[in-house]
């Protein structure tokens, strides 16, 4: 069984600093992490390792500038990453994108090192990451690497694990989103250069995959099988 989780950049940094971890969020969740008992692929987004720079040089689409201060600090969590549930006891296998995938008509991405690793008792992690594009130098989120890997590892599950479910207008848990007309307050989430919440759900829609979106609080019951937080589920 193998299961695919996304871990926001907002869980494991502090986002309103440059280049910095929120130690508890990070040790905590990583420690979580350690202890999965499924096959795991684990994808992480770059919070402060990556955002406020991608902004300075505003990447979304495509760039010619150099996108070193971005793919340096990206590069730097994904070690503190490995690192971390190394010391856990985890076997880890650190996978970028960057020299896998690149943008055409969508990501176009590697994966049979990921596979290879997985049967080898290795949990392969990822990272949302500069890659090429049709036209220069992009970003790309760590969502739409976890979607793709989802599909392509034909994975029974993928998990979001982001600073919140997805909440209706009274802040009640939104159990099942279907198109992105469901939820017309989606709209309004806060949003940074891959987007926020709202994004992260449109992605999921058109990316076709089935996954689920929950906050930290909910990760081990992830983990064990359960089904916390938001539905994402295509028509
Ligand atoms: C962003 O990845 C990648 C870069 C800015 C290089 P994500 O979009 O997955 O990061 P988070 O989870 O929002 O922080």
Sequence with gaps: LTTVLKIGGSVLTDKASEKALDTESFDRVLETVSHASEDLVLVHGA???GHPQAHRIDLKGGTDESVHEVYEAVMELNGKVVTRLEE??????????SSCSYRGDGLKMMTRQVEKALENG????????CVATDNGLGVVSGDTVAARLARELDAERLGMCTSTAVKDGNGDTVEEVREMDDFPSLENGDRDVTGGIPKKVERLLESGEKGRIFGPGSLESFLDGGKPGTLVNPR
Excluded: E, I, Q, R
């Design 88 to 97: 856990s006891g985890m076997k880890t296998f650190p996978v970028h994108p």
């Design 122 to 129: 290795f949990t392969p992690v990822l990272h949302g990451d």
């Design 47 to 49: 919070g402060s390792f």
